[in-house]
């Protein structure tokens, strides 16, 4: 799930474990773990987010949809929609 993009191909039961471990070792004082979501799918992101956010991640990098470039309105529409935004 690192900077090479592989997160796209991980299963909801793979992301859950590896994110498991992952804020186990780093939810902690002082640390500000990151976790990072992509994919075509925006319940899965919400939903990803959401058990992420339960396991103490408040700190995510999110890939905007890979089927074009958005304009700054889309962005937008595309944060709200992951309640993001305000």
Known sequence: MGTAGEG???????FKEIVS???RLTVKPGLDPQIWIISLS????????SWSRDQGIKTFQISLPSWGA?????????????????
Not at 8 to 14: C, M, N
Not at 42 to 49: D, H, K, T
């Open 8 to 14: 796209y191909a991980l299963t909801d039961t793979q």
């Open 42 to 49: 925006m319940a899965q992101i919400i939903e990803r987010i």
């Open 70 to 86: 958005l304009d700054a309105q889309e962005v937008l529409l595309f944060l709200d929609g992951l309640q993001l935004v305000p």
């Open 21 to 23: 471990r992952f804020a």
